[in-house]
Structure formats: structure tokens, C-alpha cells
Nanobody, 121 residues
Framework: VQPVESGGGVVQAGGSLRLSCVIS???????????MGWFRQAPGKEREFVAR????????SYADSVKGRFTISRDNAKNTLYLQMNALKPEDTAVYYC????????????WGQGTQVTVSS
């Protein structure tokens, strides 16, 4: 199971980006049972939690630093996770990672390679 992120780039402060994360293996039919999350890691800093969404998409949670600006969503029919990022700030600059938490696991088991988001002031 390999999540693949896309949608990163360079944007000015105040702008928007939408990240996507796809698990495209044809044999993978369990996406709708996984809790999915977004994390990020800025240069010189530890990886931090950004947002999480339950398997059925009824429950979401966010880091305080992004609450009200970022929205996590998913399309289980497309095995795709999204992160809509609005009102971006330079401090949002980081590599953003998608992660999948299978049922029965205590943490995120599968991680993507990351996509770079750079916000210029």
C-alpha cells in the first residue's frame, strides 16, 4: 500500500493549494476502512500532525495552527484523500505527508513520500 501525494507547489501568502493523496493499487479495496491523516515537516523541525479524518468521513480533527484555514476530506470511491489549504502563511512551508491508519493498528502504518509546499511572504 503506497499513498502518493500531489498538489504541492509555491504560492504567495494568503493563497490556496489543494493536496491530493491517492492509493491506486487495483488490489486495494480497504481505503474506506482506513483513518487517514495529513502531517507536515518543516526544515529543522519534527514532523507534526495537521489533520485527520475518520473512515466514513464523519469525524475530522485539526491542529490548532491550521484550524479554520485547512479542510480535510476524502472520496472513498476514488481512494483519494484531500487537504484544501486556504489563507496560507509562510509558516505553513513544509513537506506534507499523507498517512493511512488501518483498522486494528495503533498508529499510521503507511506513509507517502511527501509533497513540498512553499509559501512566500
Amino acid at each position: 500500500v503506497q499513498p502518493v501525494e500531489s498538489g504541492g507547489g509555491v504560492v504567495q501568502a494568503g493563497g490556496s493549494l489543494r493536496l491530493s493523496c491517492v492509493i491506486s493499487e487495483r488490489t486495494f479495496s480497504s481505503f474506506s476502512t482506513y483513518v487517514m491523516g495529513w502531517f507536515r515537516q518543516a526544515p529543522g523541525k519534527e514532523r507534526e500532525f495537521v489533520a485527520r479524518i475518520s473512515a466514513a468521513a464523519f469525524i475530522t480533527s485539526y491542529a490548532d495552527s491550521v484550524k479554520g484555514r485547512f479542510t480535510i476530506s476524502r472520496d472513498n470511491a476514488k481512494n483519494t484523500l484531500y487537504l484544501q489549504m486556504n489563507a496560507l502563511k509562510p509558516e505553513d512551508t513544509a513537506v506534507y505527508y499523507c498517512a493511512a491508519n488501518p483498522p486494528g493498528w495503533s498508529g499510521y502504518r503507511y506513509w507517502g513520500q511527501g509533497t513540498q509546499v512553499t509559501v512566500s511572504s
